[in-house]
């Protein structure tokens, strides 16, 4: 199988020193494991340059996307970048466009500046569907 790196944009909680992501995006992210995804997976933050030089290094970003996600300008960052190659400071003019996959964790609204993106890929929930997807729009 051809690996592709995947970005993983979740929302992390630093809780006594120890950095842990939801539930929900826990239980996608092992069964994108089980499907043979490489993953990179930041938990903890880093500055907006650092951030989109590591999505640059991968081949498509997932935002796994809940109420605290959301809500995060980080996250927002994260994927406007790997969809449009605009980041927090600048734009890529260089920048070839990532697969970007969106993931409810629950029902929320799709946060406004999404309907603005029209490459972002919705993934259904199921999570073998949501892989079959990924794989389908990666050919792996």
């Given at each position: 199988?051809?690996k592709?790196?995947?970005?993983i944009?979740?929302?992390?909680?630093?809780?006594?020193?120890?950095?842990?992501?939801p539930f929900?995006?826990?239980?996608?992210?092992?069964?994108?494991?089980?499907?043979?995804?490489e993953?990179?997976?930041?938990?903890k933050?880093?500055?907006?340059?650092?951030?989109e030089?590591?999505i640059?290094?991968c081949n498509a970003l997932?935002?796994?996307?809940?109420?605290?996600w959301a809500s995060?300008?980080?996250?927002?960052?994260?994927?406007?970048?790997a969809?449009?190659?605009v980041?927090?400071?600048?734009?890529n003019?260089l920048f070839?466009?990532?697969?970007?996959?969106?993931?409810?964790?629950?029902?929320i609204?799709?946060?406004?500046?999404?309907d603005?993106?029209?490459?972002?890929?919705?993934l259904p929930?199921?999570?073998n569907?949501?892989?079959?997807?990924?794989?389908?729009?990666?050919?792996l």
């Amino acid at each position: 199988m051809n690996k592709q790196k995947i970005y993983i944009s979740t929302f992390e909680i630093e809780n006594k020193g120890s950095v842990q992501i939801p539930f929900a995006a826990k239980k996608f992210i092992e069964e994108l494991q089980k499907n043979n995804f490489e993953l990179f997976i930041p938990l903890k933050w880093r500055e907006y340059p650092i951030i989109e030089k590591e999505i640059d290094e991968c081949n498509a970003l997932i935002a796994l996307v809940d109420k605290y996600w959301a809500s995060s300008t980080w996250k927002a960052s994260e994927v406007t970048y790997a969809a449009c190659g605009v980041g927090a400071f600048f734009k890529n003019e260089l920048f070839t466009p990532k697969p970007t996959f969106i993931y409810f964790l629950e029902k929320i609204e799709p946060c406004g500046y999404m309907d603005s993106i029209d490459s972002l890929i919705y993934l259904p929930d199921d999570f073998n569907e949501a892989c079959n997807v990924i794989k389908n729009t990666l050919n792996l």
